[in-house]
């Protein structure tokens, strides 16, 4: 079962849509490595930090299009993909609940969506661990599938 972090929030209200994990890629038709979570929302939507923290990173991807890093006082980077819009920039300290972003469909990417990551150092983290959000059931399956069993 994957334990919720406490006192984190969700970065957006939506529906998880891909896990984090080995994955058939939906639009290159190819098994990969997910390094987050999809979250299916309207374009345009406000994407708040999840935690405070600082802004280390504000670039456009040919994969993941428009992107932004953070890094916490806790060691955790943060990253949030295929955004419309990113709305600060990098050096910037950014409070919990703080707006940070539109979502989109930039870069490589099915339709609107928020794609989360979150890193712990150099390690992946499992971002379920860190939302408390709907999913799909092929997500379930998917977790399933690697023996992990969510909510």
Same mark, same amino acid.
């Given at each position: 079962?994957?334990? =919720?972090?406490?006192?984190?929030?969700?970065?957006?209200?939506? =529906?998880?849509?891909?896990?984090?994990?080995? &994955?058939?890629?939906?639009?290159?038709? &190819?098994? #990969?490595?997910?390094?987050?979570?999809?979250?299916? /929302? +309207?374009?345009?939507? #406000? +994407?708040?930090?999840?935690?405070?923290?600082?802004? %280390?990173?504000? &670039?456009?991807? +040919?994969?993941?299009?428009?992107?932004?890093?953070?890094? %916490?006082?806790?060691?955790? $980077? =943060?990253?949030?993909?295929? *955004?419309?819009? /990113?709305?600060?920039? #990098?050096?910037?300290?950014?409070?919990?609940?703080?707006?940070? +972003?539109?979502?989109?469909?930039?870069? *490589?990417?099915?339709?609107?969506?928020?794609?989360?990551?979150?890193?712990?150092?150099?390690?992946? !983290?499992?971002? !379920?661990?860190? /939302? $408390?959000?709907?999913? %799909?059931?092929?997500?379930?399956?998917?977790?399933?599938?690697?023996?992990?069993? =969510? &909510?």
């Amino acid at each position: 079962m994957i334990q =919720i972090k406490e006192d984190w929030i969700n970065p957006v209200e939506g =529906i998880v849509t891909s896990s984090c994990g080995a &994955r058939e890629n939906p639009i290159l038709k &190819r098994k #990969e490595f997910h390094n987050g979570i999809d979250i299916a /929302v +309207a374009e345009k939507t #406000e +994407a708040i930090a999840v935690r405070s923290g600082v802004i %280390t990173e504000v &670039r456009k991807s +040919a994969t993941l299009g428009n992107l932004v890093k953070f890094q %916490t006082k806790e060691g955790y $980077t =943060i990253m949030y993909a295929h *955004l419309h819009e /990113v709305l600060v920039k #990098e050096g910037d300290a950014i409070t919990q609940g703080q707006t940070i +972003a539109l979502t989109g469909n930039t870069g *490589l990417s099915t339709g609107p969506h928020l794609h989360y990551s979150v890193w712990k150092g150099d390690m992946l !983290m499992n971002p !379920m661990q860190f /939302v $408390t959000l709907r999913y %799909t059931d092929d997500v379930r399956k998917e977790y399933a599938a690697r023996g992990v069993n =969510i &909510r």
